[in-house]
Nanobody
């Protein structure tokens, strides 16, 4: 059974940093991708970053490019999202998701077959 568990959210001041983790289990092999999505109050879920576990290629949405970094520790089956220079508009619930049907860094919400429960990130001004 595939499971994804996020951790690392919290409250931080604008300009600060947080590192989110997505611990994955239940996959056989490395032919999948992990994406990070977020949903702010009153907004739709937004894809912000992704990584192909097989080849390490990455993707960033314009809204986080240059501030967030996604990485994977395949030995630990964990994907990280390092978030720097956080802004109040980054406040959201952050989810990691996995796709085996379209295992590329640019996976979308529709490609995701597995989701974590989310972790809250709040950035105060």
């Amino acid at each position: 059974e595939v499971q994804l568990v996020e951790s690392g959210g919290g409250l931080v001041q604008a300009g600060g940093s947080l590192r989110l983790s997505c611990a994955a289990s239940g996959f056989t092999g490395d032919d999948y991708a992990i994406g990070w999505f977020r949903r702010a109050p009153g907004k739709e879920r937004e894809g912000i970053s992704g990584i192909s576990i097989r080849d390490g290629s990455t993707y960033y949405a314009d809204s986080v490019k240059g501030r967030f970094t996604i990485s994977s520790d395949n030995a630990k089956n964990t994907v990280y999202l390092q978030m720097n220079s956080l802004r109040p508009e980054d406040t959201a619930t952050y989810y990691c998701a996995a796709s085996t049907s379209r295992p590329i860094a640019t996976m979308t919400r529709k490609d995701a077959g597995y989701w974590g429960d989310g972790t809250q990130v709040t950035v105060s001004s």
